[in-house]
């Protein structure tokens, strides 16, 4: 598809008519279908990451516009030479109107494009803290000892891991409903595999192994950068209790953001399980200051601990609430709500991000946090990718529109100068001028030179064939 149309601009340059073989239609066709059944596809199962794109314009949007403004000015060149060539019909009179207004749109669009990084460099909040999203996934299984440890080894202040409760009320880190994913439950317990995690008892639950499916899945192509040390003991690893990992948290003088599971009503816990959370906690001996607390129910049970929602509420109902802080997923965190929560005293996190652009867009934007699966990747990240004054920005569009508005009238120029100039005529761009209406001027004495042209070379080669023995130079009687 791309070679199809970078043979057919190139055509269209040097004035070729463009012969299409059925192949090539085809071809065309079978990739227009793909690209929209792809897209049907992926709207259909990821239809909220749509949000991405628009959040990712804040931070290349600058650099799309120079990238489109510089394709269509170096376009002016086909224009140009199509137009001229042509003359004046009222067809080609059309594309030169349609392609000057995309040019002055192009012009105009800096004028609505806005980025949090288009800022000045002393408003630069300080950087946002970086939270370890059940660990470290991408290094480690996912809510174990080992993937904390690796998380803390990469600098996160906190940790944020995924909280149920067990059938004998032992609070445990897992994401999944069921352990089918991150444990060897298909082994152990092969009738038992697609019941709730939260219907097995302590004993169970530690005695299956929580290493080795990352051992041999290997979902971010991590494990080879393992030492054999730490295969061995990433393949021994069993669930990990919430006390433990609080424990750890404790001893590394961080914070912990636990996003708790409910059991399913059947459960003998469906009723205490927060009682049974917060024991744990108390067991663990870490300050409650340092643990915050997400689930929106039974909020007057838990004062002692740091509140955060889930949901976006008004400043008033968060007051009201007693919530200090809001965790938002990336999609809802525009930056003007951001600024109208800071402004407010609330503290904003931001999950998950793990991409060094999405980092700098939401630390111009003023995040004090984020929660991340890639500690190891932000941690490379020590100053936004780019930052640009509003000053430096404007220069830097009208400068480009500048030298965009001088190529394009060089341009214009420049081939009316050498079409009026040219010399020798194409057949093939004779016959692409001709399918207008009306034929120009020019396109008629293109024509009669052409065949005047072919007449005096099928003469001279017919004479020369007749008396090709006799010696005579014909010329010398001219």
């Excluded at 080609?92 to 494009?113: D, E, G």
């Excluded at 080795?212 to 295969?231: A, I, K």
């Amino acid at each position: 598809m791309l070679l199809l149309q970078i043979l057919a601009l190139c055509h269209i340059s040097l004035g070729q008519q463009l012969n299409l073989y059925w192949i090539h239609k085809i071809g065309v066709l079978a990739a227009l279908i793909t690209t929209v059944s792809g897209v049907v596809s992926i709207s259909d199962v990821w239809g909220d990451e749509w949000d991405i794109i628009l959040i990712s314009l804040q931070s290349t949007g600058p650099f799309l516009h120079i990238g489109a403004l510089a394709a269509v000015t170096a376009l002016g060149w086909l224009v140009a030479g199509h137009v001229i060539r042509a003359g004046r019909t009222k067809f080609h009179m059309i594309v030169l109107l349609v392609y000057l207004s995309v040019l002055l749109v192009l012009y105009m669009v800096p004028l609505a494009i806005t980025s949090p990084c288009i800022m000045d460099r002393n408003s630069l909040k300080p950087r946002p803290d970086v939270i370890g999203r059940r660990g470290a996934p991408m290094l480690a299984p996912e809510n174990t000892l080992m993937s904390f440890n690796k998380a803390l080894q990469q600098g996160v202040s906190s940790l944020e891991a995924d909280v149920s409760v067990s059938l004998d009320g032992v609070p445990f880190l897992m994401r999944d409903r069921t352990l089918r994913r991150t444990t060897n439950i298909a082994k152990v317990f092969p009738d038992k595999q697609h019941e709730d995690a939260s219907l097995f008892n302590w004993t169970e639950i530690r005695s299956l192994n929580a290493g080795q499916w990352f051992l041999e899945s290997d979902p971010y192509w991590t494990v080879g950068s393992l030492t054999g040390r730490e295969r061995n003991r990433m393949g021994n690893l069993t669930v990990c209790s919430l006390v433990e990992m609080l424990r750890l948290t404790a001893r590394a003088n961080r914070s912990a953001l636990l996003n708790l599971h409910r059991p399913p009503p059947e459960h003998p816990h469906y009723k205490t399980w927060i009682m049974d959370t917060l024991w744990a906690v108390q067991r663990s001996g870490i300050s409650q200051k340092r643990v915050t607390w997400t689930p929106d129910t039974d909020r007057g049970r838990v004062r002692g601990l740091q509140q955060t929602s889930l949901e976006k509420l008004s400043v008033e109902e968060f007051r009201h609430r007693g919530i200090s802080s809001l965790t938002l997923r990336y999609s809802q965190a525009s930056n003007k709500d951001i600024q109208d929560f800071l402004v407010n005293n609330m503290s904003v996190m931001v999950y998950p991000v793990n991409e060094p652009w999405l980092y700098s867009v939401l630390w111009c934007s003023g995040v004090p946090s984020v929660s991340s699966d890639a500690p190891q990747v932000l941690r490379k990240v020590p100053y936004p990718i780019w930052l640009m004054s509003p000053y430096e920005y404007c220069l830097v569009w009208i400068t480009s529109d500048l030298v965009s508005i001088a190529i394009v009238t060089g341009i214009f120029i420049f081939q009316k100068w050498r079409m009026s100039g040219m010399q020798n005529y194409n057949p093939e761009q004779i016959m692409l001028s001709a399918v207008t209406r009306r034929p120009s001027r020019d396109v008629n004495i293109m024509k009669e030179k052409l065949i005047f042209s072919e007449v005096s070379n099928g003469v001279t080669n017919t004479d020369e064939h007749l008396y090709p023995e006799n010696g005579y130079d014909i010329g010398q009687y001219k």
